[in-house]
């Protein structure tokens, strides 16, 4: 069973770099799929941000492409996102997720909030 | 951009009740590549239906998707007080990518 779990910081100040992690168990990174990341301010609906396949290829949003980086790491069976110069747009429930590109994302962690603020 | 627009925003049904939620697109949509989710408070999104009427794996089958182009539609056909989410299609193109329709929010009449 395919089981997906962020971690990071809840609390990011404004104009700094926000950075999760999400830890995929029960099955390979680099097995395929695209793996992804999705957020949903508070209350607000979902936005994709990016998605990243195994081997480096990634796929980004354009509305927030100027300031995201993801990465993965197979030795730990992890990916990661970045967001540059957040601010409290940017206050939201991140999920990460599969899912084949193009395609539909299953499944999804838990989801973390992280909320941008001094 | 495709923008995908869901209607009703809101719909208020009783338990055994039929539901119907649409999901529009600015454009015509590839149907191989729609799809739509569950959503409850506090949880994260559940994939129902992909490719536009095929039910994922543990989706109960009076859940059903159907449509192609710029019309969607997922029916409950009989509303069990489980199914009482919010409700979101999501479709993938190559500009800008996956989006999301606002959601559909199905409350207990």
């Known amino acids: 069973q395919v089981q997906l779990q962020e971690s990071g910081p809840g609390l990011v100040k404004p104009s700094e770099t926000l950075s999760l992690t999400c830890t995929v168990s029960?099955?390979?990174?680099?097995?395929?799929?695209?793996w992804g990341w999705i957020r949903q301010p508070p209350g607000k609906g979902l936005e994709w941000i990016g998605s990243?396949?195994?081997?480096?290829?990634?796929h980004y949003n354009p509305s927030l492409k100027s300031r995201v980086t993801m990465t993965v790491d197979t030795s730990k069976n992890q990916f990661s996102l970045k967001l540059s110069s957040v601010t409290a747009a940017d206050t939201a429930v991140y999920y990460c997720?599969?899912?084949?590109?193009?395609?539909?994302?299953?499944?999804w962690g838990q989801g973390t909030l992280v909320t941008v603020s001094s | 951009e495709i923008v995908l627009t869901q209607s009703p925003g809101t719909l208020s049904l009783s338990p055994g009740e039929r539901a119907t939620l649409s999901c529009r697109a600015s454009?015509?949509?590839?149907?191989?590549?729609l799809a739509w989710y569950q959503q409850k408070p506090g949880q994260a999104p559940r994939l129902l239906i992909y490719?536009?009427?095929s039910r994922a794996t543990g989706t109960p089958d009076r859940f059903s998707g159907s449509g192609s182009g710029t019309d969607f539609t997922l029916t409950i056909s009989r509303l069990e007080p489980e199914d009482f989410a919010v409700y979101y299609c999501?479709?993938?193109?190559?500009?800008?990518?996956?989006?999301f329709g606002q959601g559909t929010k199905l409350g207990i009449k």
């Open positions: 999501q479709q993938y193109s190559r500009s800008p990518g996956y989006t």
């Open positions: 454009q015509s949509v590839s149907s191989t590549y």
């Open positions: 029960g099955y390979s990174v680099s097995s395929g799929y695209y």
């Open positions: 490719g536009a009427s």
């Open positions: 990243m396949y195994y081997s480096g290829i990634t």
């Open positions: 997720a599969r899912g084949p590109l193009p395609g539909w994302f299953d499944p």
